[in-house]
């Protein structure tokens, strides 16, 4: 119990974001998170090496949120959900105009996509790590990367 806390508390914030930009709604987010976290206490005595606790716990949260947004929203309506208070803590460098037009272009990539500039923008992940997570080769995810951030760029230009 206390090693599993130690190796949660480190990646906490990092699930929180990823489920939150993945569901973009706080409450589903917290949800997501809690329900990953119960299902890798379930299973923690099944990993083998500590040290792909990080990955191995953002694979659980990555499925619960697929598993979320099947039965949930479009990212669409989502969109209108967000508050201003919860925009702005998106980015405090970046004025409210930007953040929400950042915000509307992320939300209309493809899912796993979006899921992938957020494990990596946020999560910090390599694209060898994601490509773990997501069970996908690393070339594959390297090409969906680029391709969703070309979109970003495209839709931001005008």
Known sequence: MEEFMRNYEKVYPQMYRTAWFYL?????????????????????????????????MMQILVN?????????FSSAENIEDISPTQEKALSKETDFAMASAVKQVFGELE?????????????????EEIAGILDKNHSTIRSKYRRALQKMRKKLEV
Not at 28 to 51: G, I, N, S, T
Not at 113 to 127: F, H, Q
Request: aromatic share 12%.
């Open 24 to 56: 973009q709604n706080q409450q589903e987010a917290e949800d997501a998170v809690q329900d990953a976290v119960l299902a890798a206490y379930e299973k923690f005595y099944q990993l083998k090496d500590q040290e792909k606790f990080g990955a191995w």
């Open 111 to 127: 899912e796993e996509e979006r899921l992938i500039v957020a494990l990596s923008v946020l999560g910090g992940y390599t694209s």
């Open 64 to 72: 619960r949120c697929r598993k979320r947004m099947k039965t949930w």
